[in-house]
């Protein structure tokens, strides 16, 4: 279990229900509830939430609300994540992309040719609390164009906005009418911006033509930017899924059947004779124990039983996996696996999705004070800072970012093939972005290579609907066996996904050289245009450096250029959704708009594996609907809470009776 050595102060109350926890308690004991090795008397419970990551999560600490006499066991592969500094502290964050990160899950894709014969790695949450614990922490919401693509009873942008709320206390400028104000998961600022890196990119927006709008999260708006929230704390702390929803429940004693266990992987669901979810087999994660190799060989898989209910909440990456060790997925995979074919789903891994990201640097005049770096050249002691509750630790790093789209001229610019793509899926849905682009002001590589001790920071540009798809399997029914894993970027067909990045490229080019804070170019990190080139990298400047509304000119070599970068540097936004997804089997669905898997009973999936499409938005607030759907979901159906007061924001059809614990008995905790 991870040990922490943050210094905790309790200002309030131990938990709550409706409002998120902004400090933490002063004992650092165990969680009642939590464990790292199942008592003998605890192998049969009501519900088993196979992961305990942001849907996990949500899930678990709702079904506890609704009837704490309901015993839930989350089962998850990572540590516990209560109080450890790199998760609480938002500053921190890029400690959780070191590959030797016990707080996150690395996935190795299979080499490929269109990505210069690169083997790209997928990121994911590897702890208690899922992505929610080691993200970027920035609040997007998708479009309404997206949920209603879902095309599924219960699943429409009017259905969810209810969803959309109840997880959120909001401290944004956006109206009433749109967020939520009561939820676990706090929206704010935290406790620092960047202000003068902040300003560049909205002014230098406004100049190419972008209006800045004072909400962007509404569903609707779009083609513009916006001063960016996050999941922070007011205060400066980090707002996960595992700290809004588990942890105050646990420490609380106010809910003795919600247990959790972690560092155990689930290997498989167990079905009895009639297809029948009944409890799943799990072993100790070897990563959390002295030599890995011999400890896996040595352990026998354990069991526990499920008596009402099973859910895989795993991940995009993990829940399929599941899936297919459990004899649920593409008989021709599982039995080249050497797997049992439980129920024949060719749907399960299949059409894997994620927003591609590229990543270009750029030197400024920003201070050490007003970047990010500090945390990771070694510039700031981190210690230190913990100590002092710098104002630094309360922060992503991005504090601007939009939704863009091309004029007209860009659509013709960008070719026949292009311009086909843009009036079937985009010119009709005003709410749907191109491409996300993002300021954050830090450099993410190894800052022993720049050239001079200037502040430099990254400018991220990410698909919001990549065309490529991808595929996740198994080859073997063990935990260790190798996964095929295609992440499918940039092999769609005409190249559309891959002039999306070239235009977002020069767009934001454009940008950089507008604002205040410019004083060059990372070489490295941008296209190695050729010799004479009018478009070449400018290392280093005394400020802007444009002329009037003159653009800057490419060639056909330039473009060819700016591919080769693309390919070579284009990545992963940790957002990876679809493996599962909500659909009819003749679509390659996986469950039905009730998450309940085709073909067997007993078990459902809540987590990004199951929306049906991709959304304009990073994932992590998708992740927070989908569970609390979910719960609403499972409630219902599991017949929860029947004498309390009815209030689901959905009429399923089925028998009502969600009931949180009475708003006197949630304590509010204090701020």
Same mark, same amino acid.
């Given at each position: ?43 049969? $419970? ?18 506890? *609300? ?159 930017? *916006? ?331 330039? *473009? ?49 594996? $199951? ?61």
């Amino acid at each position: 279990m991870a040990s922490s050595s943050l210094s905790l102060e309790s200002t309030g109350p131990k938990y709550a229900i409706h409002k998120p926890q902004y400090t933490f308690p002063k004992e650092t004991a165990a969680d009642m509830g939590l464990y790292t090795k199942l008592p003998e008397d605890l192998q049969e $419970v009501d519900v088993i939430i196979a992961g305990g990551g942001l849907a996990g999560c949500v899930v678990a600490g709702r079904l506890a *609300e609704a009837d704490p006499d309901l015993s839930i066991l989350i089962i998850e592969q990572g540590p516990n994540n209560y109080a450890v500094p790199e998760i609480v502290h938002p500053g921190l964050f890029p400690r959780n992309l070191h590959p030797n990160s016990k707080h996150t899950l690395f996935w190795q894709g299979n080499q490929s040719e269109v990505l210069a014969n690169r083997r790209p790695i997928v990121p994911s949450g590897g702890t208690l609390g899922g992505g929610s614990s080691v993200n970027w922490m920035v609040y997007t919401r998708a479009a309404r164009s997206d949920y209603d693509a879902f095309d599924a009873p219960g699943w429409s942008a009017d259905e969810l906005y209810p969803f959309l709320k109840k997880f959120e206390n909001y401290q944004g400028k956006g109206s009433k009418d749109h967020h939520g104000f009561e939820g676990p998961i706090g929206v704010s600022s935290g406790s620092f911006r960047g202000k003068r890196g902040e300003d560049a990119f909205i002014e230098a927006a406004t100049a190419v033509g972008y209006t800045e709008f004072e909400d962007l999260q509404n569903l609707d708006k779009n083609h513009g930017t *916006e001063r960016w929230l996050r999941y922070v704390a007011p205060n400066g702390r980090r707002s996960d899924a595992a700290h809004g929803y588990i942890h105050p429940k646990l420490r609380s004693g106010d809910f003795p059947n919600l247990h959790v266990l972690v560092e155990k992987q689930v290997v498989r669901v167990l079905f009895d004779e009639n297809k029948k979810a009944v409890g799943v087999e799990y072993q100790t994660n070897a990563r959390f124990q002295a030599n890995p190799e011999m400890q896996v060989a040595l352990q026998a898989p354990k069991t526990v039983r499920a008596r009402r209910l099973v859910v895989c909440s795993a991940g995009a990456n993990g829940t399929p996996l599941i899936l297919e060790r459990s004899g649920v997925g593409n008989a021709q995979i599982l039995e080249k696996a050497g797997v049992k074919v439980v129920e024949d789903l060719p749907g399960v891994g299949h059409d894997y999705q994620d927003h591609h990201l590229t990543l270009y640097a750029y030197r400024t005049n920003l201070t050490k004070r007003e970047t990010l770096n500090g945390f990771l050249d070694g510039g700031i002691d981190i210690q230190e800072a913990i100590r002092n509750n710098d104002e630094l630790l309360g922060w992503n790093s991005m504090d601007a970012s939009g939704k863009f789209r091309p004029t007209e001229a860009g659509v013709e610019a960008l070719g026949p093939e292009f311009k086909a793509a843009w009036e079937k899926d985009f010119k009709d849905k005003p709410d749907k972005p191109l491409m996300i682009i993002a300021l954050y002001l830090a450099y993410f590589a190894d800052h022993s290579s720049l050239p001079d001790d200037s502040q430099y920071v990254s400018m991220a540009n990410w698909t919001a609907y990549p065309y490529s798809r991808g595929h996740i399997h198994i080859t073997g029914p063990g935990l260790l066996d190798p996964i095929d894993f295609d992440v499918g970027y940039l092999k769609d067909d005409n190249d559309i996904d891959l002039k999306k990045h070239i235009w977002a490229y020069k767009l934001q080019r454009e940008m950089w050289r507008r604002m205040p804070i410019f004083r060059g170019e990372l070489a490295t990190s941008h296209p190695k245009f050729p010799e004479g080139s009018k478009a070449a990298v400018i290392e280093k400047a005394d400020g802007p450096i444009f002329d009037g509304e003159k653009r800057i000119e490419y060639t056909a070599e330039d *473009e060819k250029a700016i591919e080769q970068k693309i390919r070579e540097i284009v990545s992963t936004t940790w957002h990876s959704l679809g493996t599962c997804k909500i659909a009819s089997r003749e679509k390659m669905g996986v469950v039905d708009p009730t998450l309940s898997v085709h073909g067997v009973t007993g078990l459902k999936l809540a987590d990004l594996s $199951v929306p049906p499409h991709n959304v304009g938005a990073n994932t992590g607030n998708t992740a927070y609907v989908v569970g609390e759907r979910a719960a609403d979901l499972f409630i219902k159906e599991l017949g929860l809470g029947q004498q309390a007061r009815v209030d689901s924001p959905v009429d399923d059809g089925q028998a009502k009776g969600y009931s949180p614990v009475a708003d006197e008995q949630a304590k509010e905790v204090g701020v």
